[in-house]
């Protein structure tokens, strides 16, 4: 049974840098392109990074390049997303994803077959 598990949510303040993790398990991670999404409340769900299988390529939504870094542990099976300068829009529940590769897909959630729960983020002062 496939499992997305996120972890590291929470109430952040503005400027703040806030680490999520996914640990992963009934499936092949290491052959999974993995992503985060996130969805803020009234809108649609939002592409915000993604990395390759092996790590070597990673892709950034316009609104976090430059403040946001995707990294894997394979061997671990879990996908890392670092997020830092935090700001009021970036409040929103934050969800981890593993699909096949897609070539330049990987900012389509209809790509991904496998989907985490959830974790919220809120930053407020």
């Known amino acids: 049974q496939v499992h997305l598990v996120e972890s590291g949510g929470g109430l952040v303040q503005p400027g703040d840098s806030l680490r999520l993790s996914c640990a992963a398990s009934g499936f092949t991670f290491r052959y999974y392109v993995m992503g985060w999404f996130r969805q803020a409340p009234g809108k649609e769900r939002e592409f915000v990074t993604a990395?390759?299988?092996?790590?070597?390529?990673?892709y950034y939504a316009d609104s976090v390049k430059g403040r946001c870094t995707i990294s894997r542990d394979n061997d671990k099976k879990e996908v890392y997303l670092l997020l830092s300068s935090l700001k009021s829009e970036d409040t929103a529940i934050y969800y981890c994803a593993g699909g096949p590769y897609s070539g330049s897909s990987y900012y389509d959630p209809t790509k991904y077959n496998y989907w985490g729960q959830g974790t919220q983020v809120t930053v407020s002062s």
């Open positions: 990395i390759s299988m092996n790590g070597a390529n990673t």
